[in-house]
């Protein structure tokens, strides 16, 4: 079972610009979906962004296309978020969530989430 582990949250001013990653413990990294979620206070969680395992395919959630983007670097078994034009209703704990479906309609994703996911971490954004 893939272990993630993210890193790189914290508070920014709106407007600012923060990078989330995500390490995988699994050798296989490479051949799993990968994708961020967040929960922001008194909300469900909620899709951000996926990625195939190729790297090849992007999917974003329209509240963050355009600002967001999504990356991965299979060699070092790690996957980003680069938040940028950052907003205070971005708020919220951001998970990093993998699937081993590797289809390419990553809008599935949006719908049904994910199989294994990381612990959390916290971006706050003030006004």
């Known amino acids: 079972q893939v272990q993630l582990v993210e890193s790189g949250g914290g508070s920014v001013q709106a407007g600012g610009s923060l990078s989330l990653s995500c390490a995988a413990s699994?050798?296989?990294?490479?051949?799993?979906?990968m994708g961020w979620f967040r929960q922001g206070p008194g909300k469900e969680r909620e899709f951000v962004a996926a990625?195939?395992?190729?790297?090849?395919?992007?999917y974003y959630a329209d509240s963050v296309k355009g600002r967001f983007t999504i990356s991965r670097d299979n060699a070092k078994n790690t996957v980003y978020l680069q938040m940028n034009s950052l907003k205070p209703e971005d708020t919220a704990v951001y998970y990093c969530?993998?699937?081993?479906?590797?289809?390419?309609?990553?809008?599935?994703?949006?719908?049904?989430?994910?199989?294994?996911w990381g612990k959390g971490t916290l971006v706050t954004v003030s006004s």
């Open positions: 699994e050798r296989t990294f490479s051949s799993y979906t």
């Open positions: 969530a993998a699937d081993r479906d590797r289809r390419s309609d990553l809008s599935y994703f949006y719908y049904y989430g994910m199989d294994y």
């Open positions: 990625i195939r395992w190729s790297g090849g395919n992007t």
